[in-house]
């Protein structure tokens, strides 16, 4: 607890939970006090609902470090897959307990004046107003002074639904954000010709996006951890590295639209509402410049575009607004690769070790004569699974995470050797995001930040690549769609990228955003607000404002405006 909380914040941080638990407790003996049947059940809603929120908030901390924070909401489609069975213990042994706490006051006789709880009540109100008037936002990773269980939970579900219903946009004010970022190549300096010997002409693509991995767990990168990514660590050992490069965002869909677009978003890929970006993409109401990504700009040079995933739900339509030609989830692949002759119904997702062999198959068997795009994004590296092949003692979930994921892609990389499309593919290997940094990832190397920005890794393979290392200088992943199109050959086009390859220099690549969290990275390091130096403090500052600008466009537009 002491790397990160003094004692009297530890002391602030207790009594303000307690008098949450306070304020509960009188709300339910008020409520008892009510004569009308149906009133006091009414009245008694509050405080219960109340508390189940409160336990949920505890489990979370347990789990993850800190209270829920609104990039959880956004995320729910994918931390849906996860048995939080514990929570759910939980709930249910405080309703027993909410109901058994009833029952027993409301047959004992009151022993005090009815006035009495209500002045307790009002003294308690004043005292956790006070306590919480300054409140954080929550961050989901350590609980902040002034944080409390269910205000902290209200806070940052209003910030979630204030993402996706910000202040509308004109058409004439959309037209001229797009146009101070609309570029019309994308990029200036490519990779040197002597870094890219032996790639052919016009190859296959294939990027393994890799769920919440931070480099920090591989060898290569410097792992305290000596032999938990054996296999990829080996095809390191022939590929380009590129080191101190950091995710520019989290969570899942914004890290896997963010890199595919080279930009930010505002709102997420489906909510209630429907305005969610793949319910309503913008592009197709201002089409003068469209947000372009990187398998809309290959179809044009003749590529075909396939996008593998262990799921099926929200995530496949957020993902098919990408503009790949095929999405291929769980329900297909699992039908077509891995079921077999058994019945029955399909699992939640498949095992990676599924989904990697069912992608390699699916692509052995697509014609010659065109190249394809394809993006695969697994599941098992999900913060809070644990993995089956255990790593040393097997007590940390994350180390035992990527020692198992580690022997899934081997087992790939192993079969993509052997197979025809060795001969003329691109293979990159990166991450969705980095890990999230909770309390097991803390405990497995003490040096990660307790914010969600990190080193990511970024392998770039191809049959008779030299190994070189490319010091990236603190860049982020906004820089992964210019430099890949570039390593292709492809130069001119409309986009909206904010990043660059890494043999240039760009504005906005060195500021990642987490929700309303921005972070500065550079060669030293990664920095949060407070301890940005003072010689970035002006690039910061201008950084964040071109970003809010940015993700403007994924506002709902306004086409009444005049």
């Given at each position: 607890m002491s790397r990160y909380y003094s004692s009297a914040e530890l002391l602030y941080i207790t009594i303000s939970f307690m008098l949450e638990l306070v304020l509960i407790d009188l709300s339910i003996r008020l409520a008892l006090g009510i004569r009308n049947r149906l009133l006091r059940v009414v009245a008694l809603l509050l405080p219960a609902a109340a508390g189940s929120i409160y336990v949920v908030q505890l489990y979370a901390s347990w789990i993850s470090g800190g209270l829920i924070p609104p990039i959880a909401f956004a995320n729910r489609e994918v931390t849906g897959l996860i048995a939080f069975n514990g929570v759910y213990a939980m709930l249910?042994?405080?309703?027993?307990?909410?109901?058994?706490?009833?029952?027993?006051?409301?047959?004992?006789?009151?022993?005090?004046?009815?006035?009495?709880?209500?002045?307790?009540?009002?003294?308690?109100?004043?005292?956790?107003?006070?306590?919480?008037?300054?409140?954080?936002?929550?961050?989901?990773?350590?609980?902040?002074?002034?944080?409390?269980?269910?205000?902290?939970?209200?806070?940052?579900?209003?910030?979630?639904?204030?993402?996706?219903?910000?202040?509308?946009?004109?058409?004439?004010?959309?037209?001229?954000?797009?146009?101070?970022?609309?570029?019309?190549?994308?990029?200036?300096?490519?990779?040197?010709?002597?870094?890219?010997?032996?790639?052919?002409?016009?190859?296959?693509?294939?990027?393994?996006?890799?769920?919440?991995?931070?480099?920090?767990?591989?060898?290569?990168?410097?792992?305290?951890?000596?032999?938990?990514?054996?296999?990829?660590?080996?095809?390191?050992?022939?590929?380009?590295?590129?080191?101190?490069?950091?995710?520019?965002?989290?969570?899942?869909?914004?890290?896997?639209?963010?890199?595919?677009?080279?930009?930010?978003?505002?709102?997420?890929?489906?909510?209630?509402?429907?305005?969610?970006?793949?319910?309503?993409?913008?592009?197709?109401?201002?089409?003068?410049?469209?947000?372009?990504?990187?398998?809309?700009?290959?179809?044009?040079?003749?590529?075909?575009?396939?996008?593998?995933?262990?799921?099926?739900?929200?995530?496949?339509?957020?993902?098919?607004?990408?503009?790949?030609?095929?999405?291929?989830?769980?329900?297909?692949l699992y039908d077509h690769y891995v079921r077999g002759d058994a019945a029955g119904a399909r699992p939640p997702y498949l095992t990676d070790q599924e989904l990697f062999d069912s992608m390699l198959s699916e692509l052995e068997a697509q014609?010659?004569?065109?190249?394809?795009?394809?993006?695969?994004?697994?599941?098992?590296?999900?913060?809070?699974?644990?993995?089956?092949?255990?790593?040393?003692?097997?007590?940390?979930?994350?180390?035992?995470?990527?020692?198992?994921?580690?022997?899934?892609?081997?087992?790939?990389?192993?079969?993509?050797?052997?197979?025809?499309?060795?001969?003329?593919?691109?293979?990159?290997?990166?991450?969705?995001?980095?890990t999230f940094p909770g309390p097991n990832a803390a405990k497995a190397d003490s040096r990660m930040k307790d914010y969600f920005v990190d080193n990511i890794p970024l392998l770039i393979y191809w049959k008779g690549a030299e190994h070189r290392v490319i010091d990236a200088g603190g860049k982020n992943s906004l820089d992964l769609a210019p430099s890949l199109l570039s390593l292709l050959g492809v130069r001119k086009g409309h986009n909206l990228f904010l990043g660059c390859t890494f043999f240039e220099e760009c504005n906005l690549d060195r500021v990642s955003n987490i929700g309303a969290e921005y972070i500065l990275t550079d060669s030293a390091g990664s920095y949060s607000e407070s301890l940005v130096p003072d010689a970035q403090k002006s690039y910061y500052e201008q950084a964040k404002q071109t970003i809010e600008r940015y993700k403007s466009m994924d506002l709902v537009i306004d086409t009444q405006a005049d």
């Open positions: 249910g042994a405080y309703f027993v307990a909410f109901i058994a706490y009833a029952i027993v006051h409301r047959v004992a006789p009151p022993r005090c004046s009815p006035r009495t709880p209500v002045i307790w009540l009002g003294l308690a109100a004043l005292a956790y107003a006070g306590m919480i008037h300054d409140q954080p936002l929550a961050r989901g990773i350590v609980v902040a002074r002034g944080e409390a269980p269910i205000s902290s939970f209200l806070r940052a579900f209003s910030t979630y639904a204030g993402m996706n219903d910000r202040a509308q946009l004109s058409a004439a004010e959309l037209i001229e954000a797009r146009a101070a970022f609309s570029r019309g190549k994308m990029y200036q300096q490519g990779f040197p010709a002597e870094y890219t010997k032996g790639l052919v002409e016009h190859p296959n693509v294939i990027v393994v996006f890799t769920e919440g991995m931070s480099a920090r767990w591989m060898e290569t990168y410097g792992s305290i951890h000596p032999g938990i990514t054996p296999n990829l660590d080996r095809l390191a050992g022939g590929s380009l590295v590129v080191s101190n490069y950091y995710n520019h965002t989290a969570a899942t869909f914004r890290g896997l639209r963010g890199q595919l677009t080279s930009g930010h978003q505002e709102i997420d890929g489906v909510n209630a509402e429907g305005t969610g970006i793949d319910q309503r993409d913008i592009s197709g109401d201002i089409t003068a410049v469209s947000r372009i990504s990187i398998p809309e700009i290959l179809r044009a040079r003749g590529y075909r575009s396939m996008f593998f995933l262990s799921q099926q739900g929200h995530i496949n339509t957020m993902i098919e607004m990408l503009g790949f030609d095929r999405t291929l989830g769980r329900d297909y014609p010659r004569g065109k190249p394809f795009f394809a993006a695969v994004y697994n599941f098992q590296t999900h913060a809070f699974l644990d993995g089956e092949e255990k790593y040393g003692e097997g007590d940390n979930i994350v180390l035992n995470q990527f020692h198992t994921y580690d022997r899934d892609i081997g087992r790939f990389i192993e079969r993509f050797m052997a197979s025809r499309l060795h001969e003329n593919t691109l293979l990159v290997f990166t991450a969705d995001h980095s």
